[in-house]
């Protein structure tokens, strides 16, 4: 072990809130070493890099204070007062006689583990939590990854007082997700929905759908919903990692899917997973339902041959912790959830790969967890974006995530790539998106 990337942590009570946030932000963000004791005899004499963090008043020439959230456990409101600072922007949890103004390892715990969420809140229609219910949206900093901030401002600390302290950080890199919610407008639909479509169509004297409808069934046009040459071409020519969620439910109001037995949709899923990684994109009729989930996830890897271990919810249905307990139950290691499905932003207010950290039974868990911050839906409908508009607003963004050598990930859909009506002047933004995420 190399002493110049080792730190030794003096703290009176070592505790799995403790070991997990601390794990967060030395070794995960700053690959460091650390070691943690609870004598404050052997700290006094140890000569190597160290620093105390305690809610307890010790001597120590680097003493971090400590309030009391990662010393505790179970679930309570906290109360929240919110300062403005030159360099650290904003922060809470503020403490006195300390190397920091406030508690960073507390508050990196709060925002993190989405602690905010397991509190009474008055949920949106589809019973999530909104953006407009968190702190990060009622403090002017949802478009901004504030704990890497934070973590950034504390490393020039600690190479202050540690001048030959070696610090490491993973590269950026750059995700495009792609939810297939509807993998076409007409075909493969079966005998049935097409004839419902041709009925709406007549009722509402709708001629262009008519039209465009018989020349995709008669196979003289594409289908408008069909862009995935389009994507596989934009992968190949900026060298993508790109990770395809299919909707695999059972039809209703929220999941209006092909059917997963339809051969053309299977084949066309397996075609894709031959280019790309893919995940299941549990329903929204699924929500709190494990045995549900558990069919879709077993529909997918029945089509593709392979094991399921991605997922992101249709909808972003994320509900604390109940969404969590059924993809760690069913064998997912790795969730694209975590984001708001009307705000684009860090919902985490963290831009790296993280374990959830279950509140609950106070254990962080094998459950990586990887934020998404860009959707086109959420640019076109929340932010009114134009096409031509779009770069301009999604730069800032992708800049912060790059700032700090975060994981970026976008959400694009299928239909928006196409040549559908309603998203025709958006068939190339997927692009300029990528020109922007992809250069290092």
């Known amino acids: 072990m190399n002493p110049n990337a080792h730190i030794l ?68 409101e906290q109360t929240i007062q919110m300062q403005n600072h030159e360099a650290y922007f904003k922060y809470f949890f503020k403490t006195y006689h300390s190397a920091l103004p406030f508690d960073v390892f507390a508050a990196s715990f709060y925002l993190v583990s ?17 953006a407009e219910n968190s702190l990060a949206y009622q403090n002017d900093f949802l478009n901004i990854p504030l704990v890497n901030l934070w973590i950034n401002e504390f490393e020039k600390l600690l190479k202050k007082k ?22 076409y407008k007409y075909q493969e639909k079966g005998v049935m929905r ?18 465009d409808r018989t020349s995709v069934l008669m196979g003289k046009e594409k289908d408008p919903f069909d862009s995935y040459d ?29 059917p997963s037995n339809n051969y053309g949709f299977q084949k066309l899923i397996k ?30 890897a029945k089509i593709t041959h392979r094991d399921i271990f991605n997922s992101r919810q249709h909808f972003s249905m994320l509900k604390f ?42 254990l962080e868990t094998g459950l990586k967890i990887h934020s998404y911050c860009l959707s086109e839906t959420t640019l076109r409908f929340k932010d009114k974006a134009i096409p031509s508009k779009v770069a301009e607003i999604a730069k800032p963004i ?14 694009f859909h299928n239909d928006t790539m196409g040549t559908a009506q309603d998203w025709i002047d958006w068939r190339y933004v997927y692009e300029e998106i990528v020109k922007l995420a992809a250069v290092k």
């Open 162 to 183: 540690f001048p030959l302290l070696i610090t490491t950080h993973k590269p950026y890199h750059f995700i495009s997700s792609i939810d297939i919610d509807n993998a």
């Open 321 to 362: 912790p109940d969404t969590y307990f059924i993809l760690q139950e069913l064998g997912i290691t790795d969730d694209y959830s975590m984001g708001y499905a009307n705000f684009n932003g860090f919902r985490a207010s963290y831009c790296l790969p993280f374990y959830w950290y279950d509140l609950d039974d106070e």
């Open 114 to 130: 989405r602690y905010e969420e397991y509190l009474p809140f008055m949920p949106d229609s589809f019973n999530r939590f909104e």
């Open 230 to 258: 389009y994507q596989l071409q934009i992968q190949e020519k900026y060298k993508l990692k790109v990770i395809y969620f299919f909707l695999l439910g059972d039809y209703g109001v929220n999941d209006k899917n092909h």
């Open 271 to 300: 075609h894709l997973a031959d280019y790309c990684t893919t995940g299941i994109h549990p329903s929204f009729g699924s929500n709190g339902n494990s045995k549900q989930v558990k069919i879709e996830i077993n529909r997918l």
């Open 398 to 411: 992708i800049d912060e995530v790059k700032k700090y050598n975060g994981e970026l990930i976008t959400i």
């Open 9 to 76: 942590i003096y703290t009176h009570k070592t505790t799995p809130r403790v070991k997990y946030t601390l794990n967060l932000i030395l070794k995960d963000c700053l690959g460091l070493e650390f070691t943690i004791i609870n004598s404050i005899d052997d700290y006094k004499m140890y000569e190597g890099n160290k620093f105390s963090y305690t809610t307890q008043d010790v001597e120590s020439d680097f003493h971090i204070v400590g309030c009391s959230l990662l010393f505790e456990s179970g679930i309570k």
């Open 194 to 211: 097409s004839i419902g479509g041709y009925l709406k169509s007549i009722v509402s004297l709708d001629k262009h759908d008519l039209i």
